[in-house]
């Protein structure tokens, strides 16, 4: 395994200067978000904490994915290593998107294998960056194994949704971008699926001293059983954010840096994603996917978050009084449809 180091993000975020759309962020409302600490019998103000939104989902393609593409097909194409059978990559949507929009800026051919299953949205947006589109199976790991008898096959360069080093440190730029707006961020909440975008956010995070809160699908929760059991294991893929965070196993880059300090396991439930996403269109008018919004609702679920080890998930995380925290929505290839509008609650 190759151990993702901070250097590796630091090169990612030199080489991609430029090419990516910088992440903008944008403040929540004080007091939405409750603490940990607030005192009811007491009635001195409280402190709350400060949270805000990175709109990553903005990003080219509309999600993080785009930061791990550029930083791979560019590092291939510095090394002379682009094949021209092109690139190939098993993608749930996202990664795909990123990768084949890379590709056709270098004139590469692109051939993306996605679940048969997968958003319309999403492969019409593929096939408008010029991919081959390939549906097989039912979920990622079967899109997966034909990808790698293509490459096998055609000598196609293989790129991958989330486990390898490029990709992974190619998503950690994102830390360094919300660190260059709020340098002393105290805590960056990320959702995972495979868990490329946070083991390259929490490498570049536990280098700063900075706390990592990975949220999960109860029923899609691949890092969370790899922390419990000690390693990589697969588990069973049943969640309504399954379409972005549908992998049935995490990497073990992803493992070892859920293994170090300041990172917390949070697992959360389909209906509080939904309601999660549905906030943010009703409040803000942002219509994300599934997959960004089961991040905030790690901060908006009314169960309580227990302290402790990674390893013994909570519901939710409280941030403490006084706590500066950056939640990731790092994606937005949704069908908008079902956010039909609603009266606000007050």
């Not at 679940?115 to 199976?137: E, F, H, M, S, T």
């Not at 830390?175 to 995972?192: F, G, K, M, S, W």
């Not at 990497?251 to 300090?261: G, I, P, R």
């Not at 803000?284 to 978050?305: C, F, I, Y």
Request: hydrophobic share 40%.
């Amino acid at each position: 395994m190759h151990a993702l180091t901070y250097g590796d993000v630091k090169a990612a975020t030199d080489r991609i200067v430029g090419r990516i759309r910088p992440v903008t962020l944008a403040p929540v409302d004080p007091g939405v978000i409750r603490t940990a600490h607030s005192a009811p019998l007491d009635d001195r103000p409280e402190n709350p904490c400060q949270v805000w939104l990175a709109l990553e989902f903005m990003q080219h393609t509309g999600s993080f994915k785009a930061r791990g593409a550029q930083n791979f097909i560019q590092a291939h194409s510095e090394a002379g290593t682009l094949p021209d059978a092109g690139v190939t990559i098993a993608s749930g949507g996202n990664a795909g998107l990123a990768c084949a929009w890379a590709a056709q800026q270098y004139g590469l051919r692109a051939t993306v294998f996605l679940p048969a299953n997968a958003p319309a949205v999403k492969v019409a947006k593929l096939r408008g960056y010029g991919a081959d589109v390939r549906l097989i199976g039912s979920e990622y790991a079967e899109a997966l194994a034909a990808c790698e008898e293509f490459t096998n096959t055609t000598g196609a360069l293989a790129s991958h949704a989330y486990d390898h080093p490029l990709i992974t440190a190619g998503a950690g730029t994102l830390l360094e971008e919300i660190r260059h707006h709020i340098p002393d961020l105290d805590t960056v909440v990320v959702a995972v699926g495979g868990g490329g975008l946070f083991a390259g956010v929490a490498t570049a995070a536990q280098h700063h001293g900075i706390r990592t809160v990975a949220v999960e699908p109860e029923n899609c929760r691949a890092l969370n059983a790899a922390l419990q059991s000690g390693a990589v294991t697969d588990v069973t893929v049943d969640s309504i954010a399954a379409d972005s965070l549908g992998a049935r196993r995490t990497s073990a880059m992803a493992l070892h840096a859920a293994q170090q300090d300041r990172v917390d396991s949070v697992l959360v439930s389909d209906a509080e994603i939904i309601r999660a996403r549905q906030a943010l269109w009703d409040h803000r008018k942002v219509a994300v996917e599934h997959g960004a919004a089961t991040a905030l609702s790690a901060l908006t679920s009314p169960d309580q978050h227990t302290p402790g080890r990674a390893t013994a998930p909570g519901r939710s995380y409280r941030p403490s009084n006084g706590e500066k925290v950056c939640i990731v929505l790092c994606g937005a290839n949704t069908d908008p449809s079902d956010l039909a509008h609603r009266p606000e609650e007050h």
